[in-house]
T-cell receptor, first 115, second 115 residues
Framework: AQSVTQLGSHVSVSEGALVLLRCNYS??????LFWYVQYPNQGLQLLLK??????LVKGINGFEAEFKKSETSFHLTKPSAHMSDAAEYFC?????????????FGTGTRLTIIP | DAGVTQSPTHLIKTRGQQVTLRCSPK?????VSWYQQALGQGPQFIFQ???????QRGNFPDRFSGHQYPNYSSELNVNALLLGDSALYLC??????????????FGPGTRLTVL
């Protein structure tokens, strides 16, 4: 079984400050890990993914995440927050096997940007 | 290129009724997954359809059923609606040509309210 835990249901940062959203995973097989963003009244948009290649993954909108097996973590960061980053962020995990595409999501972190 | 589309956008039903939600996958995609996102929660996997058959299923009762048509579009049916079925229902499509990793592209969702 696979799961992810997102620490902090709400995170507030000032505009221009570092964004750090935390995600820890549990998986009995090498995981594929994802970060999605959801703006109000919209679906999910993929920010970035880890699929067993480079451990430091760069995504869209200046976000990046680092896969740390020893810490079972996949935290999302952005050096400088922008007002447009305000949204809900979800970490997700799935197994690497073809045909097993079920995504298991965390409970989400709502990011608020303070002007 | 149209992305994943879902209809209707919003729906209000009463307890005990039945509902059908529809999804058209992204062009070139042949696999459709459905997720339920309750308010304040992460999406939960309902099931996935590939080649007109249910390939994978999450922990949802038999009241939740689906169908995939030859043109790859899909329907989610929920019978005997409960108040707890109120949620945003998300459809995601993917293509096996993506290899072992098949990115899922999400639609905007259908907001179902059960009164």
């Amino acid at each position: 079984a696979q799961s992810v835990t997102q620490l902090g249901s709400h995170v507030s940062v000032s505009e221009g400050a570092l964004v750090l959203l935390r995600c820890n995973y549990s998986s009995s097989v090498p995981p594929y890990l994802f970060w999605y963003v959801q703006y109000p009244n919209q679906g999910l948009q993929l920010l970035l993914k880890y699929t067993s290649a480079a451990t430091l993954v760069k995504g869209i909108n200046g976000f990046e995440a680092e896969f740390k097996k020893s810490e079972t973590s996949f935290h999302l960061t952005k050096p400088s927050a922008h007002m447009s980053d305000a949204a809900e962020y979800f970490c997700a995990v799935r197994g690497p096997n073809f045909g097993n595409e079920k995504l298991t999501f965390g409970t989400g972190t709502r990011l608020t940007i303070i002007p | 290129d149209a992305g994943v589309t879902q209809s209707p956008t919003h729906l209000i039903k009463t307890r005990g009724q039945q509902v059908t939600l529809r999804c058209s996958p992204k062009s070139g995609h042949d696999t459709v997954s459905w997720y339920q996102q309750a308010l304040g929660q992460g999406p939960q996997f309902i099931f996935q359809y590939y080649e007109e058959e249910e390939r994978q299923r999450g922990n949802f009762p038999d009241r939740f059923s689906g169908h995939q048509y030859p043109n790859y579009s899909s329907e989610l049916n929920v019978n005997a609606l409960l108040l707890g079925d109120s949620a945003l229902y998300l459809c995601a499509s993917s293509s096996p040509s993506g290899g072992a990793y098949n990115e899922q592209f999400f639609g905007p969702g259908t907001r179902l309210t059960v009164l």
